[in-house]
């Protein structure tokens, strides 16, 4: 028993390692290798977790706590807000922490949109976005 524990513990690694090397949309794809979000846990920065339907990356290091959800705590995590296929998602007001990057894509207003800049937390139609037909 003790050799198999020993393995799983060595591909739980090799798997976490691999995982943290992903991009986010890649990540999206893979979501299942990241682990749910545990209010006794401690999170280092760039560590991603899922919570409440969705991947989410840690902005600073912290121990977490019942009311720092990753939903309730912009400042301490970073929703991934690309889609897992590249299909376009309905637009969402970024925070500053998760905007949008050149070439993604969005749906917002009846249309598609991309984003023609890094950093984009704007409304597509506002700046920073051109539309596009898919």
């Known amino acids: 028993m003790g050799r198999y524990l020993e393995a799983a513990r060595v591909i739980r690694a090799a798997m976490d390692a691999a995982a943290a090397a992903l ?31 969705a991947l989410y990356k840690c902005l600073q290091p912290h121990a977490a706590q019942p009311d720092w959800t990753p939903a309730a705590a912009p400042s301490l995590w970073a929703k991934v807000l690309t889609s897992e296929t590249g299909e376009p998602l309905p637009w969402e007001q970024p925070e500053s922490t998760n905007p949008y990057m050149q070439g993604d894509k969005v749906t917002h207003g009846g249309k598609t949109w991309v984003s023609t800049v890094d950093n984009n937390v704007w409304e597509p139609g506002v700046y920073g976005w051109a539309e596009t037909d898919g």
């Open 23 to 53: 991009t986010d949309e890649q990540a999206l794809k893979a979501a299942a290798l990241y682990p749910a979000w545990r209010a006794e846990d401690t999170y280092d920065a760039g560590e991603r977790v899922r919570y409440g339907g």
